[in-house]
């Protein structure tokens, strides 16, 4: 059973527009996220993070948005850059245990 | 500064053949993880270790799978026999300590095939 869901397994955005990539999980005693970024070849690569007591984080062009109620985070991107191309994970801890990770959004950033 | 190192990035063998994949950890990280990536299920978590203490084994397929880590800076997953089912990237990653709410960091994956 997948705790973590990402169910946009692709998604394309013109290049300045913002890019959405959405995470639900079922389990609430989930109580930090993260997302990572993997490019091709290359192992994931941590992007950003929020705890459960938080409802959003921003650092630079990423937003992480978390809905507690919902069980629900989203990773905003403004502006999308090519660069940003890339598969995106969401991961999941409960405090004191293992990371959860969903299946991942391959992210297309058109030039 | 060194990130965490696998090896071989890629590893083509013949069924029924032992698999060695291999780790070096970021030095002084304390938590080891190795992951299975595969279309359908994402990043699977394996198994972790803690102060090279495994801690949780039960992702781990089958007995044909196991994990060692001899001392801190370095971690083995064996397969033994392989099957084609077991291709697949496997990464490993390593965090300052597990359960604090610390990012972990990852290398750049093994890429099996079993044929």
């Known amino acids: 059973d997948q705790q973590v869901k990402q169910n946009s397994p692709s998604l394309s955005v013109q290049e300045g527009r913002i890019s959405i990539l959405n995470c639900d999980y079922t389990?609430?005693?989930?109580?930090?996220f993260l997302w990572y970024k993997k490019y091709p070849a290359e192992g994931p690569t941590f992007l950003i993070s929020i705890s459960s007591i938080k409802d959003k984080n921003e650092d630079g062009r990423f937003t992480v948005f978390l809905n507690k109620s919902a069980k629900h985070l989203s990773l905003h991107i403004v502006p999308s850059q090519p660069g940003d191309s890339a598969v995106y994970f969401c991961a999941a801890n409960p405090t004191g245990n293992q990371f959860y990770f969903g299946t991942g959004t391959s992210l297309t950033v058109i030039p | 500064d060194a990130g965490v190192i696998q090896s071989p990035r890629h590893e083509v063998t013949e069924m029924g053949q032992e698999v060695t994949l291999r780790c070096k950890p970021i030095s002084g990280h304390n938590s080891l993880f190795w992951y299975r990536q595969t279309m359908m299920r994402g990043l699977e978590l394996l198994i972790y270790?803690?102060?090279?203490?495994?801690?949780?084994d039960s992702g781990m397929p089958e007995d044909r799978f196991s994990a060692k880590m001899p001392n801190a800076s370095f971690s083995t997953l064996k397969i033994q026999p392989s099957e084609p089912r077991d291709s697949a990237v496997y990464f490993c990653?390593?965090?300052?300590?597990?359960?604090?709410?610390?990012?972990?960091?990852f290398g750049d994956g093994t890429r099996l095939s079993i044929l």
């Open positions: 389990n609430s005693m989930f109580d930090y």
């Open positions: 990653a390593s965090s300052p300590s597990a359960g604090f709410n610390q990012p972990q960091h």
């Open positions: 270790f803690n102060n090279n203490v495994p801690i949780d």
